[in-house]
């Protein structure tokens, strides 16, 4: 059984925003385009079956959103909780000003069923 692969949709959904203008798994060197989305996910099995295959996983995705120009993160930050809600992920926010910098960090939560790509809530 193959694990869906969450962090390839969650560069999709960050690249179907085109007031982003860089998204990256990576830190850049240096900062130079706003607003920027650095994003990490993590995985851990859920559930396997009786042969050991892993039929759900849970995914941990964490979006950093930074901006220079003193414009607000909030129409992004809305898109994004928008469309991974509706995938089923539950979100959390966070923000903090960084010196003239702003930052808004969403952490999204759920469980894939590797089966039907189905994302669901711990009980």
Known sequence: MEIYNVKTLVYKTLKSIPELSYVSAFYPDKFAKFPTAIYKTTQASYIRNNKQEET??????????????????????NELIAKFSAMGF??????????GISRV???????????????????
């Open 105 to 123: 960090v969403l952490v999204f939560t759920g469980v894939v069923d590797n089966t039907s790509k189905r994302v669901y809530q711990k009980g």
């Open 56 to 77: 759900d996983t849970e995914w941990n995705i964490t979006i950093d959103l930074y901006n220079d120009k003193n414009e607000s993160l909030t129409p992004i930050k």
């Open 90 to 99: 539950s979100n959390s926010v966070g923000d903090q000003d960084l010196n």
